[in-house]
């Protein structure tokens, strides 16, 4: 058992989901400063995404490591150096219980260890596929900023398994960002670790939050991701 992570063993398959924001749990020893209704906002965690990795891994036997505690105690798709490991503020509201956190004990305390448990769940595997799952909301309060997509995929160098899953999932109906709402060269720390810098294959993932909220939008989601990521696995893995 860890506060950093969640792990669902793979059942007779190759596919591993990542989910880094899966959780917006803060521990009681933790004071982040700011009002806790917050914490069931899109600033605190990836809303949807627990339960559509949880769906799929029950439907297909993947396994999963889940993020265990909220991005704002740290953000796990972040590099240790990141100057937003441990936000300050996040879409406008500040966070001043974080403005003298101790960096070094955050890192050792949650961040190593959920690294640590992907790499260990890759290890265990012959031929992993990632699947990468986040959400993002479809308005932020910071900026005025359309968000029409119902699905993001994102990729750095390795765009290889975007090239499957966008015409596999424009073909289910769904409107598709290439690299929106935001693009992989900029933030895709994990998967830059994880899957490319040990050339594995894999799928990043962002579905919008308004439609993954209650559980038949859940399952929905699941319906979408489930063939695209056995075929991306099929194709690379």
Not at 82 to 95: A, K, N, Q
Not at 100 to 129: C, E
Not at 158 to 182: S, T
């Amino acid at each position: 058992m860890s506060d950093a992570f969640t792990l669902i063993p793979a059942r007779e398959s190759n596919i591993l989901i990542i989910a880094d924001h899966a959780s917006a749990f803060v521990l009681s020893d933790i004071d982040l400063g700011m009002d806790p209704v917050l914490l069931n906002e899109h600033i605190a965690v990836d809303i949807g995404v627990a339960e559509v990795a949880r769906q799929l891994c029950a439907r297909t036997g993947c396994g999963a490591v889940l993020g265990g505690l909220s991005r704002l105690v740290i953000d796990l798709n972040r590099e240790e150096d990141s100057p937003g490991l441990i936000p300050t503020e996040s879409d406008g509201h500040p966070i001043p219980g974080n403005v003298d956190a101790d960096r070094h004990a955050r890192i050792n305390r949650f961040y190593r260890p959920y690294h640590a448990a992907v790499t260990a769940a890759l290890d265990a595997m012959t031929r992993p596929f990632i699947l990468s799952l986040h959400s993002f909301t479809p308005s932020l309060s910071s900026r005025d900023e359309p968000r029409p997509w119902h699905i993001g995929i994102l990729y750095n160098s390795d765009d290889r398994a975007a090239r499957i899953a966008i015409p596999m999932l424009e073909a289910a109906g769904l409107n598709v960002g290439d690299q929106l709402p935001y693009s992989g060269t900029i933030l895709n720390a994990t998967m830059n670790r994880h899957a490319e810098a040990r050339g594995i294959p894999y799928l990043g993932v962002e579905m919008r939050q308004d439609l993954v909220r209650d559980e038949a939008g859940q399952a929905r989601f699941a319906d979408y991701l489930a063939p695209v990521m056995e075929a991306c696995r099929n194709a690379l893995a």
